[in-house]
C-alpha cells in the first residue's frame, strides 16, 4: 500500500539557517502529496502542496518539490525563524487511499533557537 | 480560505462521561469528514472517515459502539466518546475536504484545531 516516510526529529537549528526535511513515499500510481505544520496545542495547517510530478510548492518561504524519479517531496526554507517551531508532517493523497484519506508521515518536530 | 472549526478545544470529565466533539465547516461543504487521534510526539492516527447521510467507515481497531459519529450535513460532523475512561483522554483532530472540484483526493484537507480530552 501507499506509505509515507519522513527524516526522524527533532531539528534543531539556529535562526536563519537553512532547512530540510526529507520526505519520500511509496504510491502505486502518481499521488498528490502536501506538507502540513503543526504548532504546538493546534490542529494542522496546510502549508504547501503538489499534484503531478515536477510540481513546485511554495508558501511562507518554504517550497517542496515533486521529485516521480526519487519519489520524494522534500521540504526547505533558506531561513529559518524562531516562529517556525512546529512539526512538521508530510502526506500524501491518492484516489487509490480507501475513502480518500490522507496518508501521514510521522512528523519532524523543528526547534529553531534564537 | 477553507475554515473548519471544532469545538470544544478541551474537555475535562469524570469518567463514565459522555462527550460530544463537533467539527463544522464554516465556507464550504463537505461530504466526508475526517476523525483522528493523536498521541503525544506521535503522527495522526485516522479513527473513521465520516460520510454525510450514511454510516461512517471506521479504522481497524477502532470501536464504533465507542466513538459514534454522525454526519447529519454538509457542514456537520459530530464525534461522541461514550463512556469515556481515563484511556481515552488525548488529542481528537477532525478534517475535512473541500467539495468544490468533486473533492478529490487532489483536494487537500482543512484541520480543526482539535479537542484535547482529559478523563479523570
Known amino acids: 500500500g501507499n506509505s509515507v516516510t519522513q527524516m526522524e526529529g527533532p531539528v534543531t537549528l539556529s535562526e536563519e539557517a537553512f532547512l530540510t526535511i526529507n520526505c519520500t513515499y511509496t504510491a502505486t500510481e502518481y499521488p498528490s502529496l502536501f506538507w502540513y505544520v503543526q504548532y504546538p496545542g493546534e490542529g494542522l495547517q496546510l502549508l504547501l502542496k503538489?499534484?503531478?510530478?515536477?510540481d513546485k510548492g511554495s508558501n511562507k518561504g518554504f517550497e517542496a518539490t515533486y521529485r516521480k524519479e526519487t519519489t520524494s517531496f522534500h521540504l526547505e526554507k533558506g531561513s529559518v525563524q524562531v516562529s517556525d517551531s512546529a512539526v512538521y508532517f508530510c502526506?500524501?493523497?491518492?484516489?487509490?487511499?480507501?475513502?480518500?484519506?490522507?496518508?501521514f508521515g510521522q512528523g519532524t518536530e523543528l526547534s529553531v533557537k534564537p | 480560505g477553507a475554515v473548519v472549526s471544532q469545538h470544544p478545544s478541551r474537555v475535562i470529565c469524570k469518567s463514565g462521561t459522555s462527550v460530544k466533539i463537533e467539527c463544522r465547516s464554516l465556507?464550504?461543504?463537505?461530504?466526508?469528514m475526517f476523525w483522528y487521534r493523536q498521541f503525544p510526539k506521535q503522527s495522526l492516527m485516522l479513527m473513521a472517515t465520516?460520510?454525510?447521510?450514511?454510516?461512517?467507515?471506521?479504522e481497524q481497531g477502532v470501536e464504533k459502539d465507542k466513538f459514534l459519529i454522525n454526519h447529519a450535513s454538509l457542514t456537520l460532523s459530530t464525534l461522541t466518546v461514550t463512556s469515556a475512561h481515563p484511556e481515552d483522554s488525548s488529542f481528537y483532530i477532525c478534517?475535512?475536504?473541500?467539495?468544490?472540484?468533486?473533492?478529490?483526493?487532489?483536494?487537500?484537507?482543512?484541520f480543526g484545531d482539535g479537542t484535547r480530552l482529559s478523563i479523570l
Open positions: 465520516s460520510n454525510e447521510g450514511s454510516k461512517a467507515t471506521y
Open positions: 465556507d464550504f461543504q463537505a461530504t466526508t
Open positions: 502526506a500524501l493523497g491518492s484516489h487509490y487511499n480507501q475513502g480518500g484519506k490522507l496518508i
Open positions: 478534517s475535512a475536504r473541500d467539495q468544490e472540484g468533486g473533492g478529490s483526493y487532489n483536494q487537500p484537507q482543512h
Open positions: 503538489a499534484t503531478k510530478a515536477d
